[in-house]
Structure formats: C-alpha cells, structure tokens
T-cell receptor, first 114, second 112 residues
Framework: DTGVSQDPRHKITKRGQNVTFRCDPISEHNRLYWYRQTLGQGPEFLTYFQNEAQLEKSRLLSDRFSAERPKGSFSTLEIQRTEQGDSAMYLC????????????FGEGSWLTVV | QQQVKQSPQSLIVQKGGISIINCAYENTAFDYFPWYQQFPGKGPALLIAIRPDVSEKKEGRFTISFNKSAKQFSLHIMDSQPGDSATYFCAASMQNDYKLSFGAGTTVTVRA
C-alpha cells in the first residue's frame, strides 16, 4: 500500500472532451506530485504542490492542463479539449518524510483518447 | 534533454544470475537517487534509494553502487528470480524539491 489512491484507474474519451483525474492521499502529506508516463518511457514530471500551493509546472503542462489541490489534501488534474497525444498514464506521487524521506507513486490513471 | 541516461534498454538473465543496470546523470546538484520497479499496468514501486554520502547500499538482493566523481550509479539484482521480471527505472532529484528525473527504463526478463 503506497498510501495514494487514484481515480479513475482507466478512462477512454473522445478527442475534444474534458477529463479529470483525482488523487487522494490516505494520510496527510505536504508534497504532492503529478507525473505523466507514456508507453515505453519513464515518468515525466508535470507539477507539484506544497500543501495547497502549486510550486512548479513543467513545460509539458500546456494551457489545456490544470491542477488543483484546494485544501492541501486531495488533488485533481484536468485536461481540457483532449488530444490523442494526451494518451498516457497519469501518476500521482507523495513525499513521505522521516528516515526514508522519499517519493511514493499511486497506481496511476490510464487515459486513452480516441 | 534527458538528465538521466539508463542502459541497457533490456536484458535477459537466467534464474539465479545477476542483473546489472547502469545510469549516468549530468546535474551535479542531484543528491537523491532512487530505483523503481514497475510491472505492467501498475505504478512505479520504490525499490531502494541512495544519497551521495555513501558509495553502496544493500537491501536484500538489491544493491546500489554510486560513483560521485563519474556521476554514475548502478543497480545490481543478485540471485535473480522470475518474479523480478519487470521494468526498472533509475531516477535522480535534489532533496529540496524531490522532483524526479527518470531514465528511460530497463526491461528485465528472468528465465527459469
């Protein structure tokens, strides 16, 4: 159990539609990250939050993408006017402090744009 | 520009053998180096991580070797088992943001 729940696990949508993914940490974490992974590649950083503040956005995050973390707990990633190139797995990750102080990923949300 | 380069792209090893995966990085500000294991359809799972104040870290059958001067680190999987068949990713980040840069991955196949 990584302590990260993502929903939905799979989403098929038509090009041009909007989609939203949700990430729910099981316990409180101040740092929350979004990554994107395409087939055969490593995950790529998209954005991250410190509590409710969005600290950084990658150039990969075009203006069609928006992420929020309204109360510093769960987070949403919305993609507007989806394109076929958006087909990927969207991963949420949390930073855990303590001796490990490392990054744990959720199971991801698969997006297929047809 | 890929900040972490990983090799080989794939490897096949016999059960009981040793799998070795290598990574190199450019950014000397990186000070946190984790390895992740990923099975098809699943998110990456943290295997083991190292910080540059040590040259080697071992956890069970998994060992990370770290060479700061060469800017290289590697993962050794000892006594490889069929259950180790997966894709392995190296990554690097700075400890002030933990914004991970990943390698392209290595698909390991362990033959029984």
């Amino acid at each position: 159990d990584t302590g990260v729940s993502q929903d939905p696990r799979h989403k098929i949508t038509k090009r041009g539609q909007n989609v939203t993914f949700r990430c729910d940490p099981i316990s409180e974490h101040n740092r929350l990250y979004w990554y994107r992974q395409t087939l055969g590649q490593g995950p790529e950083f998209l954005t991250y939050f410190q509590n409710e503040a969005q600290l950084e956005k990658s150039r990969l995050l075009s203006d069609r993408f928006s992420a929020e973390r309204p109360k510093g707990s769960f987070s949403t990633l919305e993609i507007q006017r989806t394109e076929q190139g958006d087909s990927a797995m969207y991963l949420c990750a949390l930073r855990r402090g303590g001796p490990g102080n490392t990054i744990y990923f959720g199971e991801g949300s698969w997006l297929t744009v047809v | 520009q890929q900040q972490v380069k990983q090799s080989p792209q794939s490897l096949i090893v016999q059960k009981g053998g040793i799998s070795i995966i290598n990574c190199a990085y450019e950014n000397t500000a990186f000070d946190y180096f984790p390895w992740y294991q990923q099975f098809p359809g699943k998110g990456p799972a943290l295997l083991i991580a190292i910080r540059p104040d040590v040259s080697e870290k071992k956890e069970g059958r998994f060992t990370i070797s770290f060479n700061k001067s060469a800017k290289q680190f590697s993962l050794h999987i000892m006594d490889s088992q069929p259950g180790d068949s997966a894709t392995y990713f190296c990554a690097a980040s700075m400890q002030n943001d933990y914004k991970l840069s990943f390698g392209a991955g290595t698909t390991v196949t362990v033959r029984a």
